[in-house]
Each structure stands twice: as structure tokens, then as C-alpha cells.
């Protein structure tokens, strides 16, 4: 479908979904595929999205390359996201996201507590975000379900260690710890939040607290792509702040533009 048949659902807004996942899931499954991809995204009028490993695969370079071939493919759709297990030797795991960075291009660290259970608030879990510091790549990291290491207050220490490290907090901690998420948000500028999962009275929560430029929106699984446009589309709030969540935060933080 041509995207331009999209309009009721963009209301002549750019969307860009900042949570995808490409490829087959071990733990789950589940799979997407690259065509499945495209029609969801011209179905819904998605513009950009933020393709992302499953958390648990059979090959993460293999993963990692199919991404990189829907870049290469559609560059102006799709943006790439790294996620590996980081309980693979440190080397191994440095020396994949700079092929991810430099050779492939990728935009992000995704990193999945539920599954990779990384301790934040340990030394041991600098190797990862001096990693990100260095490639200038934000780490998207799922919070909610996976708790301790998914509870989105345990991201403030390294936040404020890193300064210039950015962190997105995928799902905004879930509606269970959706507070959680604003209250780091609020005490560290480096923090953004993503909002998929949430329910609408939540997002007007977060919102009374943290500006639209620093949120972003995110389907998670294609079955909920219109459900988490829906939240935003019909919330009540300045087109501003749709446009801002929609597209111009992810656009700045993840490709650069400062328009």
C-alpha cells in the first residue's frame, strides 16, 4: 500500500516507530519479516522504523546483517539497532558493535534485561555503556517486565555516571513502573522515554512531567502498531507534542537532525 494512502491515520504527520524487531525469536517464536515489515509500515503510514534483533537468535551477526540489508535497501525507512548478549566475552562483544557502528551503520544499542540480565548499577556493565559513549550510539533498554534489572530507576546511576551517554527507556518501565520512568527522566536529562505498552492515562502522566521532545513512540510487535498510533493520535494534546513524539525526538536522537 502506498503510503500516501495512509493520511487519516498520520493526519499529515511524519511517524517514526522507534521499537520493532526484525528477523526470529528463539525464546518466542515469533518472526518478521522484512516484506511484513514494509506492509505494516505503509498500512499504518509509518514512515521510519527502528529495526531491532529479537532478544534471544540463533546468529546475532546473521541478525545483525539482515538489518543491515533493509538499510541498505530502504535507507530513508529504516534505521538499525544492535542487541546481543552481553555475557559473551567482552572482546567478541565490542568488536560486533563497532561492525555495527562503523561498518553497517547502526544507530543504537538495544539491551534486554528480561533476557540479558545485566547489572546496571555494576562496574561490570561499563565495558557496554562506555561502548555506546564511544560510537555515539543511544542504548535502548527495556524496562517493565524483567524486573530487578528491567526497573527503569536502576538506569538514573549510569545516566549520571555517563553523561553523555544516552539512554531510552523502552516502554517507559510498563504501566507498573511508568513512575518510576518520569522520576528518572526528570533527574536526568539523558533519559528519554519510549511509550509503547502504556496505557493513555499513563502517557498524560509522563507528560505532565516530561516534555514531548523527550519522548517517543514505538509499536513493540506489528499486532500492536495501530493500537500505540491510536494513543497518541488521539490524545488530547498540542499538535506540537504529537509531532515532537511522533517524529522529531527519535529523528534527534537517533539520526542527528537538529531541525
Not at 36 to 41: D, E, K, R, T, V
Not at 160 to 185: K, Q, W
Not at 193 to 215: D, F, G, N, Q
Request: proline content about 7%; overall charge negative.
Amino acid at each position: 500500500m502506498d503510503r500516501g494512502g495512509s493520511n487519516e491515520m498520520r493526519q499529515g504527520l511524519h511517524i517514526y516507530d522507534t521499537h520493532t524487531h526484525l528477523g526470529a525469536a528463539r525464546h518466542s517464536g515469533r518472526q518478521f519479516s522484512l516484506e511484513q515489515m514494509l506492509a505494516s509500515m505503509d498500512r499504518y503510514g509509518v514512515d521510519r522504523s527502528m529495526l531491532i534483533p529479537f532478544p534471544v537468535v540463533e546468529d546475532y551477526r546473521q541478525t545483525h546483517d539482515a538489518i543491515a540489508a533493509a538499510m541498505r535497501a530502504f535507507p530513508d525507512r529504516f534505521a538499525g539497532a544492535a542487541c546481543l548478549n552481553p555475557f559473551v566475552p567482552e572482546q567478541e562483544y565490542l568488536d560486533e558493535i563497532r561492525r555495527c557502528s562503523e561498518d553497517l551503520g547502526f544507530r543504537a544499542i538495544k539491551l534486554q534485561p528480561q533476557y540479558q540480565a545485566l547489572n546496571p548499577l555494576s562496574a561490570r556493565s561499563d565495558f557496554l555503556w562506555k561502548a555506546a559513549v564511544r560510537h555515539k550510539m543511544p542504548v535502548i533498554v527495556h524496562t517493565g517486565a524483567g524486573a530487578p534489572f528491567a526497573l527503569p530507576s536502576l538506569y538514573i546511576m549510569p545516566a549520571r555516571r555517563f553523561p553523555d551517554l544516552t539512554i531510552v527507556l523502552g516502554h517507559s518501565g510498563g504501566g507498573l513502573y511508568a513512575l518510576e520512568a518520569i522520576v528518572a527522566a526528570c533527574v536526568c536529562p539523558n533519559i528519554y522515554l519510549e511509550l509503547s505498552s502504556l496505557m493513555p492515562h499513563h502517557i498524560r502522566e509522563v507528560l505532565s512531567h516530561v516534555p514531548a521532545s523527550r519522548l517517543m513512540a514505538g509499536s513493540d510487535v506489528p499486532e500492536s502498531l495501530e493500537t500505540e498510533l491510536n494513543k497518541i493520535f488521539t490524545l488530547e494534546i498540542d499538535d506540537a507534542d504529537r509531532r515532537e513524539i511522533l517524529w522529531n525526538t527519535p529523528r534527534r536522537v537517533f539520526d542527528g537532525f537538529t531541525a
